[in-house]
């Protein structure tokens, strides 16, 4: 079987099933004895193998079939859920990680696995153990208990019981099927619909068990049971069956419908009833069948979305052309385009937004590994892992995030015995939050730890030149905090592998800004941080003022804009060496554009008596832009200079006008900085 056209879907399914498995084993660490946290572990681990093993990736399907193992065992009580087993099976799922991302980068998924395969391997040597000591007599009545559950169909409503009670009627024979697939059958899916199509010759099938929707997405066993009429005998029936490649065993017998309601009460008084799960089990079944979802390569939303873009272009010249014509109904069929164009622009849009809890679902795994090793107990709250952001960010964004909470585990909170001197209780909390602000999604990761010496702080900026002396005493709290985000910056006093704080800070500073975001910072020493993420929601197309500067045109996004402001020349003065405006209060610097870059001046323009000003903010920093001109606001594609114009000077890149023309985009953060 060629199975390149089956990678990307591989790749994209095995991230789910790992994302569960990380899930469900920290429920499991906090809920032990919860079969239906098992239960969930198992399909993902079961299924992540099967796929394995089909696509040919052996390391990786052995190594889900010794986890698949040690939930087997979990799962019938025989090893115990304790904290050095729940770390072997977390470090087991980060090997399946690395193997799919190797996957994913081109290789062949194989790894060094016989450390973790050993460790697994002493758990279950445990279990055998633990097993052979048990006093099979003792126990014989639970076994027993045990296959009468797993061999019937459960429950029969009152609809399929009044079917197989007229089937009786006419003449037909009720049945039991049961059929044993090969332990190592790969596409069990495939072979349990070839084992229906052969029943649906000879009969009908009333019920199954697993349920129809789970074996077709090979979340069972091996075993699956149906409720079956016909009027062929058993074992006529257990030959056509059989054709089916890939079977081990067949077992058919009467099913009496008089013995099943007779045995109801007595079977379902051995089973133990949670209708809590029970209620949740019909939700999921009811969201599954609800769920009408297909999969979408990127590459083909990245052309929709270049498609899309031309036809922003294109209707800012239709919009500029039905300004010049005077013309009614050139006008109205432009404003028409303009609303069925947005439309269409928010539906584009949504498509490509996905929720950050494919970046925030691996983090309660590290911050438990990291306060293991560190010795601290730290809880995690995550809020608002719903929060859709663009994919082409959510990409980008995990690898800062990550570090940010390694700083906050490793030098935010503190250890229990500081705490505890300090008042406060000895775990530790890092909330980690995500929500929609506008055009933007902010995230917040604030933790109740010592917060950041603001006096060490500067100290160390002094003694890297950082800042003077003078300027010193007119820094705010918030702008001494940001010092941290300078390069190189750290106030550790040992450095660890794990981070510290303010150790690489401006390799996330950079990374959050060239994705349009920004990054904020709020401390109170002893209490805690805060580290306050702002990105845009998507980075291709957004909102702008363009003004014109001398005979060239600008954008300036909307997102960097306060006001826009005519001013006399005569309220323009300087302060130190700089032309600033008093602004509401505040002293603002003026940047003049033309200036800023070399524009050749128009000689025949006459000489203005007033400035227009666009002010600009970044943090608590404002500037006022100096243009000759407002354009007007308009939605813009943001385009790349190319690899000929890289780090071009306040410069973050172009866009086509209407009319064809190049607007270059003004990086106002650059400006203020």
């Excluded at 990736?57 to 115990?80: M, P, V």
């Excluded at 470090?91 to 395969?117: A, H, P, Q, T």
């Excluded at 074992?235 to 490649?245: A, W």
């Excluded at 060496?577 to 870059?597: A, C, H, S, Y």
């Amino acid at each position: 079987m060629d199975t390149a056209d089956y990678l990307d879907v591989f790749i994209d399914e095995s991230r789910e099933h790992l994302d569960v498995l990380y899930q469900q084993l920290l429920e499991l660490e906090n809920h032990p004895t919860d079969m239906s946290i098992i239960e969930e572990i198992f399909r993902a681990a079961h299924t992540l193998k099967g796929m394995a093993a089909t696509m040919g990736y052996e390391s990786l399907a052995n190594l889900t079939h010794k986890l698949e193992n040690i939930f087997d065992g979990i799962r019938d009580e025989k090893i115990q859920v304790s904290t050095e087993t729940m770390d072997v099976l977390f470090e087991s799922v980060d090997d399946l990680n690395r193997m799919v991302e190797d996957i994913s980068g081109g290789g062949n998924g194989s790894k060094e696995i016989s450390k973790i395969v050993e460790s697994l391997d002493e758990i279950e040597e445990g279990k055998n153990r633990a097993e052979s000591n048990v006093d099979l007599t003792k126990n014989a009545p639970t076994i027993a208990k045990s296959e009468n559950t797993l061999r019937s169909i459960k429950e029969l409503d009152e609809f399929e019981l009044s079917i197989l009670k007229e089937s009786e009627n006419r003449e037909f024979i009720n049945y039991e099927i049961t059929v044993h697939l090969n332990k190592d059958c790969l596409l069990k899916g495939a072979r349990t619909l070839m084992v229906f199509n052969v029943l649906e010759r000879m009969g009908e099938v009333i019920k199954a068990e697993p349920p129809v929707h789970e074996l077709e997405e090979e979340n069972f066993d091996s075993i699956f049971t149906v409720i079956f009429v016909s009027k062929l005998d058993e074992n006529e029936m257990r030959e056509m069956i059989l054709t089916v490649s890939e079977i081990d065993k067949v077992t058919i017998q009467p099913f009496s419908i008089q013995n099943y309601e007779k045995e109801e009460g007595s079977n379902n008084s051995l089973l133990p009833r949670n209708d809590n799960n029970k209620e949740k089990e019909i939700v999921k079944r009811t969201n599954r069948a609800a769920s009408k979802t297909i999969r979408v390569r990127i590459d083909r939303l990245n052309t929709l979305m270049n498609l899309f873009e031309e036809l922003v272009i294109d209707r800012g010249r239709l919009e500029q052309i039905s300004q010049e014509f005077e013309h009614q109904d050139l006008r109205e069929t432009v404003e028409r385009m303009s609303r069925i164009s947005g439309d269409l622009q928010n539906v584009i849009l949504t498509m490509r937004m996905v929720p950050i809890d494919q970046v925030f679902s691996r983090f309660p795994n590290m911050i438990r590994s990291l306060s293991r090793e560190l010795h601290k107990k730290i809880n995690i709250n995550i809020v608002g892992a719903d929060t859709e952001l663009d994919r082409t960010v959510i990409d980008e964004i995990g690898d800062p995030l990550i570090h940010l909470l390694r700083n906050a585990v490793d030098h935010g909170v503190e250890t229990p015995d500081i705490r505890q001197t300090r008042g406060k209780p000895e775990e530790g909390t890092i909330r980690l939050e995500a929500y929609h602000s506008g055009n933007h999604v902010i995230i917040e990761i604030a933790d109740d730890g010592g917060g950041i010496n603001k006096e060490a702080v500067l100290n160390k900026a002094l003694q890297n030149e950082l800042i003077t002396e003078q300027e010193v005493r007119s820094l705010s709290d918030q702008e001494v905090n940001e010092l941290i985000l300078a390069s190189g910056f750290s106030t550790a006093e040992t450095v660890s592998d794990i981070s510290g704080r303010g150790v690489g800070l401006d390799v996330v500073k950079n990374t959050i800004e060239s994705l349009g975001g920004s990054i904020a910072i709020e401390s109170e020493f002893g209490k805690g941080t805060i580290f306050t993420v702002q990105l845009p929601l998507t980075l291709s197309i957004i909102s702008a003022m363009l003004v014109d500067v001398e005979k060239e045109k600008y954008a300036i996004p909307l997102s960097s804009i306060i006001e826009t402001a005519i001013m006399k020349k005569s309220d323009v003065f300087s302060a130190r060496n700089k032309q600033v405006i008093d602004f509401r209060g505040k002293i603002v610097p003026l940047v003049f554009l033309k200036d800023l870059f070399s524009i050749p001046l128009d000689n025949d323009k006459a000489e203005v008596e007033y400035l227009s000003i666009v002010v600009v903010k970044k943090g608590e920093r404002l500037a006022g832009l100096v243009v000759d001109s407002f354009i007007g606001q308009q939605e813009i594609v943001l385009k790349s200079l190319g690899d000929y114009l890289t780090n071009v000077f306040a410069i973050s890149g172009a866009t086509i006008l209407g009319d064809g023309q190049v607007a270059l985009i003004v990086d106002s953060d650059v400006l203020i900085k």
